[in-house]
């Protein structure tokens, strides 16, 4: 089964904003907010969604950090990481599947986070962020039937 994950990196002045699992399969590791994209819904609006699930905070997506792919058991997960402007800053979350979240520094996740990260993805985005390699939002296309 293909499952298509999407989510965003948002920082403010030097600092991301990481949400803490509270998932079994991930309990306490630290994430972009992210998550399944839902059926009949774009790429664009599933991140949107997913960003505002896990922190209460509006976003407006403004360019593609990273795309990747893995496969776990007989799934195919497609993940697609967006820059995420931050405009409305409003953080509440459901403590059921979000434990924390919370502004950290870029120098901490790169440098004294790798056991706490749900995956390298986290740094990959977050590095690609601070460095501006940022695809433009263009290249995202909504496919016509």
Not at 113 to 118: G, I, N, S
Request: net charge negative; hydrophobic share 40%.
């Amino acid at each position: 089964m293909v499952k298509v994950i999407v989510g965003g990196v948002i920082e403010k002045d030097g600092k991301f904003l990481l949400v803490q699992e509270a998932k079994k399969h991930c309990y306490g590791k630290w994430n972009f907010p992210a998550g399944h994209l839902d059926f009949n819904e774009s790429l664009i609006q599933g991140a949107t969604r997913e960003i505002k699930e896990e922190t209460g905070c509006d976003v407006e997506l403004n360019g593609v950090l990273n795309v990747a792919n893995r496969i776990l058991n007989d799934d195919l997960f497609v993940m697609i990481v967006f820059n995420a402007k931050l405009i409305n800053e409003n953080v509440e979350y459901d403590k059921d599947e979000i434990l924390d979240v919370k502004w950290i520094d870029y120098d901490e996740i790169m440098n004294n986070m790798d056991d706490k990260l749900r995956g390298s993805y986290v740094k990959k985005a977050v590095y690609n962020n601070k460095n501006n390699i940022i695809a433009p939002i263009e290249i995202i296309n909504v496919l016509d039937n």
